[in-house]
């Protein structure tokens, strides 16, 4: 996050897919901005109907007596138009060392990032993407906020914790203060403690299976599928979300053949994230004849969805996925 021992900067950019870290990196700007005496805040929330020469004067004018001040402009789509993406062009060129403006969008599409007013405002100050904390990640991230309380945990503790919280960041760190509640600094959280403590709050969909299966944690993907159809799921959008990866990752096939390197290749087949790392180790586990049959189960599923065929989709394509994590079909019976 930002450096905010400091005196505050003239322009914080703050986005990304988690919606906690983004707000708690708002929070940590304003708590600062309290901390050396800014005297006026002022929020203004952009949408299509939006005045931006309004936004412009605000930045321009100071407050009274020369007090600092706090803009804040939130962007809730993550898409100004044209006429805010000019105005914030025009923005990064009238900030002065009287007002603070942070900029706070969502999460941006790769176009986004790459528009000139979003490359504009990166350049001028200080930038803070809250990333995703992906699945294999979530442990560490859990030990590490429950050490900010002083708090340690034991490592089934923590499978469970994570297991429990998973796609759902914002309980996660709900969770994380109830345990600094009932625990003293110093404790040990144990298995039973967090059995106890710790909702089950995770929240799935489609596109997590893509880790799961891609990473061959055949545990995940059952526990994916289980809930995904417990809540009702349609089954199309999972048979989409799998077939492109396996389509994507025939693709990465054939341009290793052609000699291409995974660097060459991400962009054009959106490998980006967690995903530049898994697909290669992911083809090299599953191989090309699993992929092409894959495909052809994908396909007989949909039969199914559509009643031409006999059998049941979720089951199929439980079966399917078990499979491409690395199991063969008599072992997950």
């Not at 025009?90 to 790459?114: M, R, S």
């Not at 969909?205 to 995940?220: C, E, I, K, T």
Request: glycine residues 4%; hydrophobic residues 50%; negative net charge.
């Amino acid at each position: 996050m930002f450096d905010l021992s400091r005196p505050l900067s003239s322009l914080y950019l703050i986005y990304g897919d988690e919606d906690l870290l983004r707000f708690e990196a708002l929070d940590a700007v304003r708590q600062a901005a309290n901390a050396q005496q800014f005297a006026m805040r002022e929020t203004f929330f952009v949408d299509n109907k939006t005045d931006w020469t309004e936004i412009l004067a605000a930045v321009e004018s100071q407050g009274l007596f020369s007090d600092k001040k706090l803009l804040e402009i939130h962007i809730p789509t993550g898409k100004p138009g044209v006429a805010g993406a000019n105005a914030l062009i025009d923005l990064a060129g009238k900030l002065n060392d009287d007002t603070t403006v942070v900029i706070f969008l969502p999460k941006l599409e790769k176009a986004q990032t790459q528009a000139k007013w979003f490359a504009t405002l990166a350049k001028a100050e200080q930038v803070f993407e809250a990333k995703a904390v992906f699945a294999a990640d979530l442990p560490q991230w859990i030990r590490h906020r429950l050490s900010a309380h002083e708090l340690q945990i034991d490592e089934d503790a923590l499978l469970l914790f994570a297991e429990r919280v998973e796609g759902n960041l914002m309980a996660a760190n709900q969770e994380i203060e109830k345990l600094a509640l009932l625990h003293q600094a110093g404790a040990v959280v144990s298995l039973e403690d967090a059995q106890n403590a710790v909702a089950n709050v995770a929240r799935f969909d489609v596109f997590q299976l893509s880790s799961a299966w891609l990473s061959g944690d055949v545990p995940r993907v059952v526990r994916l599928m289980d809930a995904l159809e417990a809540e009702g799921e349609e089954p199309i959008l999972l048979l989409w979300s799998v077939s492109e990866d396996i389509r994507t990752l025939l693709r990465l096939h054939a341009a290793f053949k052609q000699g291409q390197s995974i660097m060459q290749v991400r962009n054009p087949l959106r490998l980006w994230g967690e995903k530049q790392t898994l697909a290669p180790l992911a083809l090299k586990r599953i191989g090309v004849r699993r992929l092409m049959n894959a495909l052809q189960t994908c396909a007989m599923a949909d039969q199914q969805i559509k009643g031409v065929a006999q059998g049941k989709a979720w089951q199929t394509a439980r079966q399917m996925l078990i499979e491409l994590a690395g199991k063969s079909r008599v072992q997950a019976a």
